[in-house]
DNA sequence: CTGCTAATGCGACACTTGTCGATTATTTGG
DNA sequence: CCAAATAATCGACAAGTGTCGCATTAGCAG
């Protein structure tokens, strides 16, 4: 795998950090005037007021961009939020209601979500936070917790993307409820006899 | 969205229908050789002996190509199957069975899972069939068939693929077998009351 | 303050992408 | 069997991509 892998990212150079703020900060001002396949790496430099090279120098392309700032964001929007790990049903809904603010704040335009890119970036970060969270816990002796979470992140991403597809859809409140019902199941099923 | 829309796609044509099994023949041929994005529509074309232009007459982009011979191939690994509807606890473990299969089979000598582009073609394939098995059930009224569909086919596959890329992962049916009793409470938790 | 290091700017490159118009080849219906 | 319809070929185009080498600048250690 690939994907937040930034490890050797960790950089206090304040040139190297200027330079990705500013690239995210134009991606996200570019992502709501245009598709983001209708954007060049050249637009995304010329608004930041960086050169082009500079752009390949700190992702390999667009797309990785892309993942690095929804990764970013939606860590922060979680943060944020404050999730506690104590009581876990609260964290459970948090969680799905953070997915789906996500999913609505990220993407007000345009049908900008048919992008996997885009979306994929959020289901490593929720699949962490579910491993953690099952790192505190006694669980079955056959269950494996890398599984339990990546399913529940997957499931918990399905059902937000299919309701925020969905026209005249229910409050994000109301949704995450649903997608709590729905998905704590999984998370029981390890729990220990 | 803009997914397996295909259905304009149905023609006798033998001209298109041979252009189109030979650029997923070439695509397949040369996804053993190197990565997706390192092919080039060019050498899809070239490997099919086809002009570069056919290519695009028939598929936007090498995605859509990638997406739908993913949709074919998992279809027709399905069908050999023979799922049947009338008893849904097998046709869970067999769908379940089925993309893990799909996953070992397709993915064979690279990483190539890494990339959501191919992956993500199965999950609509496995939505519909989910859709497709609740509409001859009642369901409790406030439950929606699609959203219970969606979410089952994202976590059965975020389940697959992270078995995928386990080593030493256990054997399918197995892992069948395990998908099933985390997905089946999603569907059974709208069953009417 | 002064180097050294590393980030950035700049221009160029070979290549890919998606599209177009014009021409040739194939299928199908009458 | 012929003629209209449509698919495939070809060459060309503007635009974008990812990578270079090299010059310039900014940050940091001594």
Known sequence: M???????????????????????????????KKEFEDI????????A????????LHY??????????????????????GISFSDCDGALRAIALGVCDYLTETTGCPSQLAKMSLEGSIIPVVEGMFLEGLSHHAIAPGADPAMLAAT??????????????????????QMAAKIEAMV?????SAAPA
Not at 49 to 56: D, I, M, Q
């Open 2 to 32: 690939a994907q937040v892998v930034q490890s050797a990212t960790e950089t206090t150079d304040p040139r190297v950090l200027r330079s990705r703020r500013m690239l995210m900060d134009s991606l996200l001002a570019l992502l709501r």
């Open 40 to 47: 060049s790496v050249q637009e995304i430099a010329d608004e």
């Open 49 to 56: 007021t960086l050169n082009r090279a500079t752009f390949y």
């Open 60 to 81: 390999p392309d667009k797309s990785a961009l892309l993942q690095a700032m929804t990764d970013l964001r939606f860590r922060e929007l979680i943060e944020r939020r």
């Open 152 to 173: 529940a992140a997957w499931a918990i991403f399905g059902a937000a993307r299919r309701w925020f597809q969905t026209r005249d859809r229910i409050p994000a409140e």
């Open 184 to 188: 704590k199941p999984i998370l029981l």
